[in-house]
């Protein structure tokens, strides 16, 4: 091979040492002449296009995801409305319900840079009757749509449905009336998402 190489392609003397050149390529018209063994940056139509491989990758692989979560959040949030129209069409030995005292109230921040999001808490107590005629005490915290919240802090007072015989499962009856109709349709799909991931 002769001493030709990037930048120096004209001095290949043969059109093999032309052709294994790197970046060097035959232009000659007719037989070899050293003078057309150009560089590759100067024959446009030897320029590979850019790839788009990384491009492709990224793509497949957030379409995956997309795939994966949409039927996780369809499925989350048809699962939360019909629990709540359950909790709200059921009868009083099932579902009871009761006037929750608000002990406290507060909001955690999360998120991150242009996507930050709220979280509202709120810490309730209230009493529940058993089928067998028992008075319990439920003192827990939980979740609440923002409405909710504003109403808690202004009346320290929420109204809850809870399951009979099973008091850890209630909720607001205002969330539960917004769940069940589809208006808060998008935060409660990222709240279950959160909670199954």
């Known amino acids: 091979r002769g001493f030709c190489f990037n930048g120096t392609c004209a001095d290949c003397a043969t059109p093999g040492d032309c052709a294994s050149a790197p970046m060097c390529v035959d232009r000659s018209p007719g037989d070899y002449d050293p003078q057309w063994c150009l560089v590759c940056a100067d024959c446009a139509d030897l320029v590979a296009p850019a790839s788009n491989c990384g491009a492709s990758l ?59 999001s709220s979280t509202c808490h709120v810490e309730l107590e209230f009493q529940t009757v058993r089928k067998d005629g028992a008075v319990g005490v439920v003192s827990a915290e939980i979740k609440v749509l923002l409405k909710t919240y504003e109403e808690a802090m202004e009346t320290r007072r929420v109204e809850v449905a809870y399951v009979v015989g099973d008091e850890r499962d209630f909720q607001a009856v205002a969330d539960l009336q917004s769940f069940a109709s589809g208006a808060s349709g998008g935060t409660s799909a990222l709240l279950c998402v959160a909670t199954v991931l």
């Open 58 to 116: 990224a793509m497949g692989a957030f379409g995956g995801v997309f795939a994966f979560i949409l039927p996780c959040l369809c499925l989350c949030t048809r699962k939360r409305r019909q629990h709540a129209r359950w909790m709200l069409a059921a009868p009083r030995e099932v579902v009871g319900r009761a006037t929750a005292v608000v002990r406290r109230h507060w909001v955690t921040h999360g998120g991150s840079g242009d996507a930050p």
